[in-house]
Structures are given as structure tokens and as C-alpha cells.
């Protein structure tokens, strides 16, 4: 197994990871950079950089810019990531030697990576969201309409890259929990994780760590919604856009899927492996117990001894139940409840200042 592997029908991850050698952190970096660019000189051409009414200047429009240094990179440098991040942890897991794979089984799991059709319905969504890109924006009173010509094409150009990768990075997230399932969460698989690991995860902190990044993700995301929906409630078309209510009750669930959906398949099988301890120890206290209790008539040091080790099994039994089954610990559950709770403080502070207004000021 490769890092190539999973990027190789990809020509556009082939492209910058083999032969413009950029990291997921660089790529986020130049693409504020280019995106940064494009958009001044747009605005420049058109002499939309400043302008006086509702239509909003490129240096008037925060959202623009929020768009351009925090949604372009985070999608951009995910979507590097979303190849590497995955060989990593394989490549951990085969080290640690948690989990024993073949490497046709490896093989086997690499092959949705390799399928071109990825490419064709990433592009293909992309246009099409290009387009309906490019047709809002004359009801909106950013940068982007504020002529509906350069600067909504300019718009609608950074659309089509960025959905490009977002699906390719959303079908690599969900091929990777399918991935991570073959490999860790079948009924014949062993897992061989560490309870008393110092990472407190059972040796499994890469894939929790993983699991964390893809919730930030989708907190990212959920800031955009939750952004995009304050700009459209200050503008007050917000009744024109009311299925952005629905992103946001999906927000939470897909925020649920993206932190626990790869962790599933580890927890499976560290809890397989706890009930096998457990009834190995039940298992050999019923034996010694029936033992005991057929020779109650022996010498009292003999069945001291026999109840000592009863009682020493029981122990065992106790500490067993409390080995983790979950390969995070509280402080990582902490990071993804802030992730998650963060990206609705705008929408909440704005809910918040609605009421206000109409109950306690009225």
C-alpha cells in the first residue's frame, strides 16, 4: 500500500500533491491567496471595490472575505487531507499491529479510491452548483451581485472549485469510514488494542484524532450556514432562502456522523474484545467455584486459599469492565462538544436579540 494509492485517480490531487509537492496547510494558504487575487482584480476591472448604495463593494463585503479566508481553505486543505489522513492511520494501525490485514484485503478497500466515476459526478455536481451559483446572484446585495456580470462570474468560478473538491472530499470521508469499518469492525476481525494505553483510547488516539478533525469540519461548515443565515436574515430575504433552515437541523446529526461514524467500527470490535475477556474470567470463576463448593469438607487453609483466588478473580472481572470501549477520552469528547456548539453562537446571539426586541423592549 501506497499514499498514491488513494489520490491516484484523482489527476487534480495527483497534480498537487506529486508535482507541486503541496501539504494540506499550503494548499489551504495559496488558496487565499489566488482566490484573493482573482477577486480584487475582478472588482478592480469592474470598479466594484467600493460602491455607495445597497450593492455591496469587494472591500465592504465581510461575508466575501469570510468565504475567501476561512471557507476556500478549510475546503481546499481538507481535501489534501482527506487522502493522506487516511494512509496515516492504515498505516498506524498495521504497525501497531491492533489489527492483522492481508494485503488483498488492503487491496480490496483501495479499489472505490480508483473508480473514475468519482471524478465525473464531482465535476458534474460542481457546474451545476456554479450555475445556480451565478443565477442567485442577483437577489443578493454582496460583492458578487453587486453588477451580475464579472464580479458573479468571478464568484461562480471559486463555486465550481470549491464544490470540485468538497464532493471529492465528501466521497472520500464516506469511503473512509467504509474503509475503516472493513477493516476494524467485521465479526471475524481481533482487535488487539492496549486498555491501559497511556492515550487512554486503548491505543486508538490517531483514529480518535481523526474522528475530531472531521467534526471541525463539519463545525466549518456549520459556521458557513449559520453565517450565510445571519447575512440573509440583516438583509431580510431571509423568507426567500427558508431551506437554510433545514441545513441547520442537519447540521447536528451530520456533525454526530462525522465524529462517531469512523469511531463505530473500533468500538465494535474493542467491545467484542472486552466480552471475550470477561467471559473468559466468568468462565474460570464457575469453574473454581464449583470446585470449591464440591469440597467444602477439606482442610480450612486449602479453601482460604481457593476463595483468595475467587476473590482475586473478581477483581479481575471489575477491572476488565472498566477498560474504555470507546477509543476517545473526555477531553476529546470536550474538543467536539465546543466544535459543535460554536458554530450557532452567531445564529443564537441573533435569535436572541430578536426576542429581546419583541418581548422584554415591547
Same mark, same amino acid.
Given at each position: 500500500?501506497?499514499?498514491?494509492?488513494?489520490?491516484?485517480?484523482?489527476?487534480?490531487?495527483?497534480?498537487?500533491?506529486?508535482?507541486?509537492?503541496?501539504?494540506?496547510?499550503?494548499?489551504?494558504?495559496?488558496?487565499?491567496?489566488?482566490?484573493?487575487?482573482?477577486?480584487?482584480?475582478?472588482? @478592480?476591472?469592474?470598479?466594484?471595490?467600493?460602491?455607495?448604495?445597497?450593492? $455591496?463593494?469587494?472591500?465592504?463585503?465581510?461575508?466575501?472575505?469570510?468565504?475567501?479566508?476561512? $471557507?476556500? !481553505?478549510?475546503?481546499? *486543505? %481538507?481535501?489534501?487531507?482527506?487522502?493522506?489522513?487516511?494512509?496515516?492511520?492504515?498505516?498506524?494501525?498495521?504497525?501497531?499491529?491492533?489489527?492483522?490485514?492481508?494485503?488483498?484485503?488492503?487491496?480490496?478497500? /483501495?479499489? !472505490?479510491?480508483?473508480?473514475?466515476?468519482?471524478?465525473?459526478?464531482?465535476?458534474? @455536481?460542481?457546474?451545476?452548483?456554479?450555475?445556480? %451559483?451565478?443565477? /442567485?446572484?442577483?437577489?443578493?446585495?454582496?460583492?458578487?451581485?453587486?453588477?451580475g456580470g464579472i464580479p458573479a462570474l468571478t464568484g461562480a468560478i471559486n463555486a465550481v472549485a470549491i464544490f470540485y473538491a468538497?464532493?471529492?472530499?465528501?466521497?472520500?470521508?464516506?469511503?473512509?469510514?467504509?474503509?475503516?469499518?472493513?477493516?476494524? *469492525?467485521?465479526?471475524?476481525?481481533?482487535?488487539?488494542?492496549? !486498555?491501559?494505553?497511556?492515550?487512554?483510547?486503548?491505543?486508538?488516539?490517531?483514529?480518535?484524532?481523526?474522528?475530531?478533525? @472531521?467534526?471541525?469540519?463539519?463545525?466549518?461548515?456549520? @459556521?458557513?450556514?449559520? /453565517?450565510?443565515?445571519?447575512?440573509?436574515?440583516?438583509? *431580510?430575504?431571509?423568507?426567500?432562502?427558508?431551506?437554510?433552515?433545514?441545513?441547520?437541523?442537519?447540521?447536528?446529526?451530520?456533525?454526530?456522523?462525522?465524529?462517531?461514524?469512523?469511531?463505530?467500527?473500533?468500538?465494535?470490535?474493542?467491545?467484542?474484545?472486552?466480552?471475550?475477556? $470477561?467471559?473468559?474470567?466468568?468462565?474460570?470463576?464457575?469453574?473454581?467455584?464449583?470446585?470449591?463448593?464440591?469440597?467444602?469438607?477439606?482442610?480450612?487453609?486449602?479453601?482460604?486459599?481457593?476463595?483468595?483466588?475467587?476473590?482475586?478473580?473478581?477483581?479481575?472481572?471489575?477491572?476488565?469492565?472498566?477498560? !474504555?470501549?470507546?477509543?476517545?477520552?473526555?477531553?476529546?469528547?470536550?474538543?467536539?462538544?465546543?466544535?459543535?456548539?460554536?458554530?450557532?453562537?452567531?445564529?443564537?446571539?441573533?435569535? *436572541?436579540?430578536?426576542?429581546?426586541?419583541?418581548?422584554?423592549?415591547?
Amino acid at each position: 500500500m501506497q499514499e498514491q494509492d488513494f489520490y491516484r485517480a484523482d489527476p487534480v490531487a495527483h497534480w498537487l500533491i506529486d508535482k507541486c509537492q503541496l501539504t494540506p496547510v499550503t494548499l489551504g494558504i495559496l488558496s487565499i491567496v489566488i482566490t484573493s487575487g482573482l477577486y480584487l482584480i475582478a472588482a @478592480t476591472v469592474s470598479n466594484t471595490l467600493l460602491l455607495h448604495g445597497k450593492p $455591496l463593494g469587494l472591500l465592504q463585503d465581510w461575508f466575501a472575505w469570510v468565504w475567501i479566508c476561512l $471557507l476556500n !481553505p478549510v475546503i481546499f *486543505g %481538507y481535501y489534501l487531507w482527506s487522502f493522506k489522513a487516511i494512509y496515516k492511520l492504515i498505516e498506524y494501525l498495521e504497525q501497531s499491529d491492533i489489527v492483522d490485514t492481508a494485503e488483498a484485503e488492503i487491496n480490496l478497500v /483501495l479499489l !472505490p479510491y480508483q473508480k473514475s466515476w468519482r471524478q465525473f459526478l464531482a465535476l458534474g @455536481t460542481a457546474i451545476a452548483f456554479g450555475i445556480w %451559483y451565478f443565477s /442567485l446572484q442577483q437577489d443578493v446585495y454582496n460583492w458578487t451581485g453587486s453588477d451580475g456580470g464579472i464580479p458573479a462570474l468571478t464568484g461562480a468560478i471559486n463555486a465550481v472549485a470549491i464544490f470540485y473538491a468538497g464532493s471529492i472530499l465528501v466521497l472520500n470521508l464516506t469511503t473512509n469510514v467504509w474503509l475503516l469499518h472493513e477493516l476494524l *469492525g467485521k465479526d471475524k476481525k481481533q482487535l488487539k488494542f492496549n !486498555p491501559l494505553h497511556p492515550d487512554r483510547c486503548g491505543g486508538l488516539s490517531p483514529l480518535s484524532q481523526y474522528s475530531l478533525n @472531521t467534526a471541525y469540519l463539519a463545525a466549518i461548515f456549520g @459556521t458557513m450556514i449559520t /453565517l450565510s443565515k445571519y447575512q440573509f436574515i440583516s438583509q *431580510g430575504i431571509a423568507q426567500e432562502y427558508w431551506y437554510f433552515n433545514l441545513t441547520i437541523l442537519l447540521y447536528i446529526p451530520i456533525s454526530l456522523v462525522c465524529f462517531f461514524g469512523p469511531l463505530l467500527a473500533a468500538s465494535k470490535g474493542m467491545k467484542k474484545a472486552k466480552e471475550e475477556l $470477561l467471559s473468559e474470567i466468568a468462565k474460570q470463576f464457575q469453574i473454581d467455584y464449583k470446585r470449591i463448593h464440591t469440597s467444602l469438607s477439606s482442610d480450612g487453609r486449602v479453601l482460604k486459599k481457593e476463595a483468595v483466588k475467587l476473590q482475586e478473580l473478581r477483581s479481575l472481572y471489575t477491572l476488565t469492565n472498566e477498560f !474504555p470501549v470507546w477509543p476517545f477520552d473526555v477531553t476529546t469528547f470536550r474538543q467536539y462538544l465546543f466544535s459543535v456548539v460554536t458554530p450557532l453562537l452567531p445564529l443564537l446571539l441573533k435569535l *436572541g436579540e430578536y426576542y429581546f426586541k419583541r418581548i422584554v423592549v415591547k
